[in-house]
């Protein structure tokens, strides 16, 4: 058990720094058995600083210190205290130069925050406090400096050297060493800070910018991946230009360079003109990767390249301002997606994405606001909510304000904070400034956690030909937080008269030439809205495009969903019709036996979406999807995981029991022959085969079996391949399973990516993912704990995708998850907190299970010497 408890930093707390650094010159010397790094600051007193005489404080973390010399003189140890997270020099000028020198060894780094090895390299990772694991320095985001980096390392281990900015200097060096030097000419908070040596391959391309700039762009990668770059590559490309057509933001260095590593904590990282993603966030070819992950990679190479400007160029004052990078790139790299591909389907990935898992955040113990107000380890706060309500606050600035103004709004934005590290508020101010708008009530997205509820009543008085739409807020309490007050949402909305035409919005009886489609404001805790002018009472489409992140309850009957699913011109709502109608009809049979009659209008609709040709293939594939179990859990009160399963898949095997000769034609009809395509119409072709293979395998129909066999066999793709092998593992035929899963490991052993692929199948099936052979994946020679993706793809798959066998009634999924949080916490603590997520979700559970959850967060707890990062998950989530 951890006795002392660790600080929480608060928002209100923050103060300017005392002391800023112009310049720091780095020199590295890395060996095999550690590294030694040369420091020197060129510091001066900030004069916006009130703290005049306050000791100068550096952070470090596991840093051996070396030396310390000020202004060139060698300082005694007496003239500075090394607390081990600080530096302490007492008496230092208004202006001075400081050397320090440290040793690290980064070759036993298996927390991946600072310098480390990945496969054999050295690479770094420095947001949000790596770098303080590398050197002492002022390790927050306002100490903006200009860096130049000096590499020195074995030639022949290491040929390549590199860093932020443009080479300006290399050379031998005695031994068989050689050195690069790095200058970055624009200054930078060290998170931004990055240094790559290795072996490796280079792929070079070019772009020119829009005012005729050549940048130099570069991948470097592993020998064996030499074939995987070109997706990534073409995507940068094409973010490169979007982002001059749409928010006018041209690249600023001559060289732009992306490295894939093998061990990385999260996907990627935005470091000053040397990208470092992980090797499963950027690499690709047909025949290993998916389309989803195809998408992903061309979304996460456009987000941490369109963070050079939002992010790098203006950066974020304190950590509490996160989503000022996060929440505004995000929604930057939706945009661009939803350019390339089909808006309608990413919004609809989104929203899925938004209400699985940050709705359940934003209900949880660790549920926080857009900008937190407190912390304890700011590794804890790359949350979703950020992230992805961050986006959904900065799209809601941009349905309020629209295309012109919000662009306006940026382009300020830029210019008037080009170079400096600012606040969300600033953000706002910008958007207001730019706009006239006043956003002062709306600035409570930012500061108040939870997801509004938004009851909608409605009434139709015939006689006046007048409809009512009354909406009441409430915004739930979350820890710390209660009494909120209403928030100021854009609610889009469309009105559908019975033969499914749009009606037009009159919103006050004089009206002509009303719009079919408004955005309504809510900004009280009750507000209603008539339109006139009516002869029948209409179908209400409601948030259309989900034009707000709040729940929505309104008494849908079944026919009014039917109805909207097959006219609503809202493409998103069509989809959230049918949603809605498959979680009435799940919902209703939780509890029942298995006599009681599944809707048989649900069975004729999904009938007509797989025969419609008419519709947006994309779409059709997206709306014949069910809930997932995790989104029904999300929706409950206290979910009983194996009920909620088992009507679950009642309803899946009615329909594809019923729809057996639709399904097998559709997988006819979709698995054409032909050159492999990345458009969206090949994409949702290949989704539409592969949902109509699963299904087909799940009721274990055997000419099914033949075509999986044979597409499995034979595909040219990894999606078709992994959609049969799926289907294959999910299935009752247990002899092709087991094949199938050894044939595929046979064939890829040697991709890491196509064996997390491999894992995670396995661990995500409610077929094979029972605990003992998540044990044996465990011991595979293939599994690596001190591999993220392989922790992820087997523990974080089984306890986030595979809920009856985590929730397992005898407590065995809870148990050992905490046995392994335990474990990981000594080696890489990010990693751990992140998978306590599953258990922190305790108090949502039925009593038997949330009793064992709570049990096994209790033996976390109780671990010696707990991490802060999972101290402060398990200890909030018990509070
Ligand atoms: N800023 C990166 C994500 C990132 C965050 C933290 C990391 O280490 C703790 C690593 C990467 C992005 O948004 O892409
Ligand atoms: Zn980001």
């Known amino acids: 058990m951890r006795t002392d408890q660790p600080q929480t930093i608060y928002l209100s707390e923050y103060k300017v720094p005392a002391y800023l650094v112009e310049q720091i010159e780095l020199r590295f010397e890395l060996f095999e058995d550690g590294a030694r790094v040369h420091s020197t600051l060129t510091v001066r007193r900030n004069p916006e600083s009130q703290e005049t005489g306050k000791p100068l404080e550096l952070d470090g973390d596991s840093l051996k210190l070396e030396s310390v010399a000020l202004n060139g003189e060698t300082l005694e140890s007496t003239a500075y205290e090394d607390r081990g997270d600080k530096l302490v020099v007492p008496d230092v000028p208004e202006q001075f130069q400081l050397a320090v020198v440290t040793w690290i060894e980064p070759q036993n780094n298996t927390r991946l925050e600072g310098l480390y090895k990945s496969s054999g390299m050295f690479c770094t990772q420095c947001e949000a406090e790596g770098f303080r694991c590398i050197t002492y320095y002022p390790d927050r985001p306002d100490v903006m400096a200009r860096f130049r980096t000096r590499i020195e390392a074995d030639k022949s281990a290491y040929p390549v050297l590199l860093s932020n900015g ?330 559908l008269d019975s033969n499914g035409d749009a009606l037009p919005l009159n919103m006050d009886a004089a009206e002509t030439d009303a719009p079919t489609e408004r955005v309504l404001e809510i900004t009280g805790a009750e507000h209603r809205f008539e339109f006139y002018g009516l002869d029948e009472k209409p179908v209400p489409s409601l948030l259309r495009d989900f034009s707000a992140p709040v729940r929505v309850h309104y008494p849908w009957a079944r026919e009014q969903l039917l109805f909207l699913m097959s006219h609503d011109p809202d493409g998103f709502n069509r989809w959230d019709a049918g949603q809605r109608l498959a979680i009435d009809v799940i919902q209703s049979l939780i509890g029942h036996d298995d006599e009681t009659e599944i809707e048989p209008r649900l069975v004729e609709s999904y009938r007509g979406l797989l025969n419609n040709d008419s519709l947006d293939q994309a779409l059709v594939a997206k709306m014949l999807q069910l809930p997932s179990e995790n989104y029904l859990v999300e929706l409950s009160e206290q979910a009983d995981v194996p009920s909620i399963h088992h009507a679950r898949e009642r309803v899946l095997l009615h329909l594809a029991n019923a729809l057996r000769d639709d399904l097998l034609a559709c997988y006819q009809r979709n698995n054409q022959a032909g050159e492999y395509e990345l458009t969206s119409d090949a994409i949702a072709r290949r989704s539409l085969k592969n949902i109509a293979l699963g299904w087909l395998l799940h009721i274990g129909d055997e000419e099914a079996l033949a075509l999986a066999t044979e597409q499995f066999q034979n595909a040219d793709n990894m999606t078709d391949r992994l959609g049969a092998l799926r289907a294959l593992v999910n299935s009752g035929f247990d002899q092709e399973r087991t094949e199938a899963l050894d044939a595929f490991y046979e064939q890829f052993q040697h991709d890491p990516q196509v064996v997390e692929m491999w894992f995670s199948v396995q661990s995500a099936s409610h077929k094979t993912g029972q605990l003992p052979h998540i044990r044996h994946l465990l011991g595979h020679e293939a599994f690596d704990w001190k591999n993220p993706n392989k922790v992820r793809s087997v523990v974080g798959a089984f306890a986030g995708q595979n809920l009856p066998a985590f929730h397992n009634p005898d407590g065995s999924g809870y148990e050992f998850l905490a046995e392994v949080i335990c474990r990981l916490d000594d080696s890489n603590p990010q990693i751990a907190a992140r998978l306590v997520t599953p258990l922190s979700r305790w108090k949502k559970f039925a009593p038997t299970y949330s009793e064992q959850m709570k049990k096994a967060l209790e033996s976390i707890r109780d671990k010696e010497a707990l991490s802060k990062d999972v101290y402060e998950v398990v200890h909030k989530s018990l509070a």
């Open 166 to 495: 443009n080479p300006v200097e290399q050379g031998d060096l005695d031994n068989g060493r050689h050195f690069v030097t790095w200058e970055d000419p624009f200054p930078k908070p060290s998170y931004l800070f990055a240094l790559v040596a290795g072996d490796l391959v280079e792929k070079r391309d070019s772009f020119t910018t829009c005012s005729g700039r050549d940048i130099d762009l570069r991948m470097y990668v592993e020998p064996r991946n030499s074939e995987k770059c070109d997706f990534a590559m073409d995507s940068l490309k094409r973010a490169m230009r979007w982002d001059e057509e749409v928010y006018g933001r041209e690249y600023d260095l001559d060289i732009f360079m992306i490295v894939a590593v093998d061990d990385f904590n999260m996907g990627a990282m935005e470091n000053k003109g040397l990208n470092i993603f992980n090797s499963s966030c950027v690499l690709a070819s047909q025949e290993t990767a998916t389309d989803a992950i195809f998408q992903r990679i061309e979304a996460i190479v456009a987000h941490e390249y369109f963070h050079n400007w939002s992010g790098n160029r203006v950066t974020c004052r304190d950590w509490f301002q996160l989503s000022l990078k996060e929440g505004f790139t995000v929604f930057r790299d939706a945009q661009f997606s939803a350019d390339e591909g089909s808006p309608t389907v990413k919004r609809i990935e989104d929203a899925t994405l938004l209400r699985t898992a940050q709705f359940a955040e934003d209900a949880g113990p660790m549920a926080h606001p857009v900008r937190p107000a407190s912390y304890i380890e700011i590794g804890n706060f790359y949350t979703l909510t950020i992230y992805e309500k961050g986006e959904e606050v900065v799209r809601m600035i941009h349905n309020l304000l629209g295309s012109e103004m919000f662009r306006k709004g940026s382009d300020l934005y830029f210019e008037r904070h080009d170079g400096q590290a600012v606040t969300t508020d600033d953000f706002v101010k910008a958007m207001e400034d730019a706009s006239g708008r006043d956003l002062t009530q709306f600035r409570l997205w930012y500061e108040q956690a939870g997801t509004p509820v938004l009851n909608v009543e409605d009434d139709f008085d015939a006689e006046q030909g007048v409809y009512r739409l009354t909406i009441r807020q409430t915004v739930p309490d979350t820890p710390g937080q209660t009494n909120k007050k209403p928030q100021h949402i854009p609610f889009a909305l469309g009105l």
